[in-house]
């Protein structure tokens, strides 16, 4: 074994240790279920080793020369043929897109009647127009389309070796092109590419060092993502047992379970959000902080909140609730610390909508006093101010009903978001609210940030999912979030939840800052390794 090869297998625990986030991808240059930045990088490094010779001793009989890519191949740029003669039936030839151009081979999910242009079994396929621009496949018989070429090697090549040797400029020109709309190869640019071009022994002997370096990529890999998923699981069972404790000693024996471990456990930015998740479940159950017999119970809360209502709808300055069922036993999920209530959602908030603007009108990009929140805006508990869209004058004054307050919460009502809530920013205030969500005003007495984490909790979330699910088009209709249940402390314990949800939330994020900068480093010490081998 060589220098580059201990290189490539005696750090594999820096490989496998640059993890990124979880993503979806198929075949061996997009990874599996995770992409971890560190194979990925390996799998990079074994392409460049390839093409530069370096991976196997080199054939000193015949020593390899550097050639244009138009030297050994020739060049058949795709054609698309008119759409009227394409089918997903299986009818005519295999058509290959863009689209296709997923794993090692094309996919085959389209056919043509009338194929125009055709790559032969043996030639490499190559992206050359658009945002996978470079991107390589080993060709089947098929016609190919616009966005396509087929580079034919010449009799007597390895096709597969020409396929590696030109996966590292490939790569290269897919870095530069980020960012750019659209990219472009012509037969030039193909034309120009250099490699190097070994003796046909040696091309057979690099082949199979790549396949057998690129089938322990993706060992690890499924190693990897397994562990990760085993990891995942554990830690979701685990938290799991802090919600279902049914007393405080239960809950303090799951609690110093897990807390054991701590160091084990919460080690990658996931299991720190299920933590986080799971902290906010503890606090609207009750279970964060101690309860305090000296509160006010939240039944008197009720009461005054009751009759300040009562006393608006006599004044004519609110409407009469609609009458909710009332919460059944079999609602009722867990018993409630003392003093606590159970409570549907419109017992502590009023409920209003939003408004669509008129058919026809075009919402401004240009700035007025007057902005139109979408929600594409509502991110991350607030509101984004990075792509803001306005009314004008005429428009407000039609809707200016329809407006949301710095006082209010947040919730989509519609679409795959539903249940998507946050905090309305001072600079939002009295702007207009789209028709796609609702506007929530807590009741005097209702912390506003307490409300929303009940909102924001899988609690809530998961009677959100469970109003909709049955519905054919995704809403949640205004009187189906009224009826939301809610676990409601005194107020004293509210504010108590609150600093300790801060206090906990702070702790979390700084554990997540550090797993970020070790993963970093990581990723630094794995871009080291990759200039150290083709130095």
Known sequence: MNAVQRLLTDHLDIWTAADTAKKSGRGRSSGNAASVYGIRKLRELIFELAALGRLIDEDIHQPAKLVQLGEIAEFVMGQAPPGSECNTNGIGTIFVKTGEFGSLYPEECEWTTKPLKFAKKGDVLICVVGATVGKLNLAIDCAIGRSVAAIRPVTGLDTKYIYFALMPFTLRLRAQSRGSAQGVIGKAELNAVQIRLPSIAEQHRIVAKVDELLALC?????????????????????????????????????????????????????SIDALKQTLLQLAVMGKLVPQDPHDEPASELLKRIQAEKTRLIAEGKIRKDKLLAAITEEEKLIELPTGWQWVRLDTIAEIRGGKRVSNGYQLLTQPTPYIYIRVSDMKEGSIDDSDLHYIDSEMREKISRYIITKDDIYMTIVGATIGKCGIVPEKFDQMNLTENAARLTPCEGIEKLFLYKCLDSSICQSQFFDKTKQVGVQKMALNRLASTIIFLPPRAEQIRILAKLDELMALCDQLKSRIAAASQLQQKLAEVMVEQAVA
Do not use: M, P, Y
């Open 218 to 270: 993706d060992q690890l890999e499924t190693r990897h993502t397994n562990a990760a998923e085993a990891h995942e699981k554990l830690v979701s069972q685990l938290l799991g047992t802090l919600t279902l404790s049914q007393s405080a000693a239960d809950f303090s024996a799951n609690w110093q379970r897990i807390a054991a471990h701590f160091d084990t456990l919460f080690t990658t930015e996931a």
